[in-house]
Every structure is written in structure tokens, then in C-alpha cells.
């Protein structure tokens, strides 16, 4: 069974630094695409990153691209979304999630399992 649970969010300045974690179990890394989703309030699910079965490719959103960074770490098996220059935009619960394949746009398709999601919340 696959599990995902997120942890590190919370109350960051504009323009601050935060790392949220997602930790992985019931799964192998080069059998899935992998990345980040999130959800602002009233807003639809919005796909920031992805990283590819091979995990030889990671695509970003555009509204993340140069300030967002997606790593994992497969002997530790959890993935890593290191925010920066973060914006009061950015606020949103942030999930991290399994798939089918990325698309170029930092989108993951034929996601079938997420997290509990951890909240993010930019402001002064």
C-alpha cells in the first residue's frame, strides 16, 4: 500500500525559505512519477512539480520555475520540496503524490495516491 505523509509547513515571511518533506513507504521510486501538488483556498489543485520514473528529468510549473526545488532521496526514501523567495501566492496546503508520468509543464497525470498535505502560509 502505498503511503505519503508530508511534514514542514507553516507561517513564513514573503521572500523566506522553507523545505517540506514527504516521507515514502509501499513503493519504489523508479516504478512511479513522482512530484508536488497544491491546493489554495478556492482554487483548483494546481501540479508544481514532477519528477520522472527514471528520475532523470524534473519539470516545474511556471509559477514556481527558478524559486521552487524538488529532490528525493531514494535511501531515505522521502521526497523534498525547498521553497524559496516564497510569495503570499504561494499560500496553499502542499501535497506531495504518485503518477503515471510527468507532463512538461511540472505536472504529474494519472495521479492515484497523495498525502495528508501540510500547510503553507506566506505572510507578514
Not at 13 to 40: E, M
Amino acid at each position: 500500500e502505498v503511503q505519503l505523509a508530508e511534514s514542514g509547513g507553516g507561517l513564513v515571511q514573503p521572500g523566506g525559505s522553507l523545505r517540506v518533506s514527504c516521507a515514502a513507504s509501499g513503493f519504489t521510486f523508479g516504478d512511479v512519477a513522482i512530484g508536488w501538488l497544491r491546493q489554495a483556498p478556492g482554487k483548483e489543485r494546481e501540479g508544481i512539480s514532477c519528477i520522472s520514473r527514471s528520475g532523470e528529468s524534473t519539470y516545474y510549473a511556471d509559477s514556481v520555475k527558478g524559486r521552487f526545488t524538488t529532490t528525493n532521496d531514494n535511501a531515505r526514501k522521502t521526497l523534498y520540496l525547498q521553497m524559496d523567495s516564497l510569495k503570499p501566492e504561494d499560500t496553499a496546503v502542499y501535497y506531495c503524490a504518485t503518477g503515471i508520468v510527468c507532463s512538461g509543464r511540472g505536472e504529474l497525470l494519472g495521479v492515484d495516491a497523495w498525502g495528508q498535505g501540510t500547510q503553507v502560509t506566506v505572510s507578514s
